[in-house]
């Protein structure tokens, strides 16, 4: 059963002489990941000139540390060794009930009152154990269970207190040199706490908007007082955080290997279910970083940028362990495009049996979408998007879905609502084949046709996707495609094809194209 470090902090010297009951560690601040990890940092000053401490409670609440992130330091000085060891402390204990005031004052004269005695019962404690107290009066012992003590009289004022023994877990800082008011620092990371992005997207007026950023927190781990957070915008890679830290868990040796070993396929399984939200998903941005704009952003929190994370940090921060909360990181208005768009089913599998009279025809779905620039110095990290849209002073909802991350200065697209009022109407024939072009793979000529109609009474400009295997050999409509290869043995490209098209209100379009594309047989 894994043993937990208590909460006090000793000095070692000739003895053992305690901190001040005021001297604790500090949390100075907390960095907090999306994926339910924080790194703590904190501190205690010791107001003693010896070169060693035992430390009886480390500030660590019971969940899992990291394995290789629980670090100590001492300023301006050398930790020679760290170490842990169990002992037996005196520790002084408020009597709060019956049985611990019986415990407190076992040495004085009481007078008990106890079931099944009509009167009260004057004495001393012979034997006091939670299922066994011996009281030994003027004529008579008494043998009962504590529990039975309804109330107790005493002729002097008792104590309130008492010394109790205790084995517990302690840790010794063995430093190389003694030093008065020294500073020791302790880190690590811990799972229990956790931030998830909000945004709120207010449509204010024709094609503006004003974007808000919160953090929507939520702590398990301890109380957070006087600190400073710090929101982490990035992807951090954390190679152990399966292991939980040898120096805290008390594991035996063959356990704390096979945690350290892992299940590979595991880790991996974890990774792979990994939800947008806490990842950095990067959407399909345009860099149009050259664009000036005269909107401004506002900060709410200070933000900071190391190694490829950025940090939002919120100064002074008190929140309980359990509790909610949101903190206001960033808001600015922002001008948008209203963007139609839809993408069209992959060709692949459409010709893993394909014959000459096989063709299809689908209806597909069109997004209307917002598009616009992050204008502020920091990233959009990916989070939830809540669209509404201000009337007459009131907010009507529109919809949710995702902002993905986006760094500063580049434009980005927030799907809103599918427009059942444009219609795509996609589909294709083979027009040719040559049977055993190369080894196993007959080549088959395909040719596609992409329907558009706008219903709308306004004109809008609509985007259309495609991933398409093969070559494409011809289009009617000007597209743009990245290609590149499907795999190391794929006889195909992979093409990421584009069509933009502008419609009049109740405008049509036809767009073909073919392309030819290698099929085993």
């Known amino acids: ?16 002489e305690p901190f001040s009951p005021n001297d604790k560690f500090k949390t100075k601040s907390v960095s907090v990941f999306k994926n339910g990890t924080a790194f703590f940092q904190k501190e205690i000053v010791s107001n003693t000139d010896k070169d060693k401490r035992i430390i009886t409670k480390l500030p660590i609440s019971e969940n899992k540390v990291l394995f290789g992130t629980i670090w100590f330091n001492a300023d301006n000085n050398e930790i020679k060794k760290i170490g842990t060891y169990s002992d037996t402390l005196q520790t002084n204990q408020k009597a709060e009930n019956i049985y611990s005031m019986m415990l407190a004052n076992k040495t004085k004269t009481m007078s008990l009152t106890i079931e099944d005695y009509n009167k009260a019962q004057t004495g ?209 208005n922002v001008e948008f495009e209203q963007i139609y768009s839809v993408d069209l089913s992959e060709n692949t599998n459409n010709y893993r049996r394909y014959n000459n009279s096989s063709s299809n025809s689908s209806q597909n779905k069109v997004w209307h979408s917002m598009r616009f620039k992050n204008i502020t110095k920091t990233p959009f990290t990916t989070g939830v998007a809540f669209i509404m849209r201000r009337e007459n002073n009131y907010y009507k909802p ?27 109407i996609d589909n294709e024939k083979e027009i040719s084949r040559k049977e055993r072009a190369i080894e196993y793979h007959d080549l088959i000529t395909v040719e596609s046709e992409i329907r558009i109609e706008n219903f709308k009474n306004k004109a809008i400009n609509l985007e259309i996707k495609r991933m398409i295997t093969g070559e494409i050999l011809k289009s009617s409509h000007l597209h743009k495609k990245t290609s590149k290869l499907k795999s190391w043995n794929s006889k195909n490209k992979l093409n990421d094809t584009r069509w933009d098209v502008k419609l009049k209100p109740g405008g049509k379009k036809t767009i073909t194209y073919t392309y030819k594309i290698y099929v085993r047989r």
């Open 398 to 424: 529109v919809s949710q879905n995702y902002l993905y991350y986006t760094p500063s200065g580049i434009k980005t697209t927030v799907k809103t609502t599918i427009s059942p009022d444009i219609s795509v």
């Open 124 to 332: 001393k404690i012979e034997i006091l154990k939670s299922d066994l107290l011996v009281f030994k009066t003027k004529d008579t012992w008494i043998t009962t269970s504590p529990a039975k003590v309804k109330n107790i009289t005493f002729k002097s004022r008792p104590l309130l207190s008492y010394q109790e023994k205790k084995v517990s877990d302690m840790i010794k800082i063995d430093l190389a040199k003694a030093q008065n008011n020294q500073k020791i620092s302790l880190m690590y990371m811990q799972k229990g706490i956790t931030w998830t992005p909000n945004y709120y997207i207010r449509v204010t007026g024709e094609n503006k908007a004003e974007i808000s950023l919160r953090a929507n927190v939520v702590n398990d781990i301890e109380d957070i007082e006087n600190t400073d957070i710090n929101f982490v915008v990035g992807v951090p890679s954390f190679s152990f955080s399966h292991v939980e830290a040898s120096f805290t868990s008390g594991q035996k040796v063959e356990d704390f290997i096979r945690s350290i070993n892992g299940n590979s396929s595991q880790r991996r399984q974890r990774i792979s279910m990994s939800n947008a939200v806490t990842s950095q998903s990067m959407y399909n941005y345009s860099n149009n970083s050259n664009e000036s704009s005269d909107n401004e952003s506002t900060f709410k929190a200070k933000g900071s940028t190391d190694e490829g994370l950025f940090f939002y940090k919120i100064p002074n921060v008190n929140l309980k362990a359990k509790e909610r909360a949101f903190f206001e990181l960033l808001s600015c």
């Open 1 to 16: 059963m894994k043993k937990l470090l208590i909460l006090a902090v000793y000095l070692f010297f000739s003895g053992q």
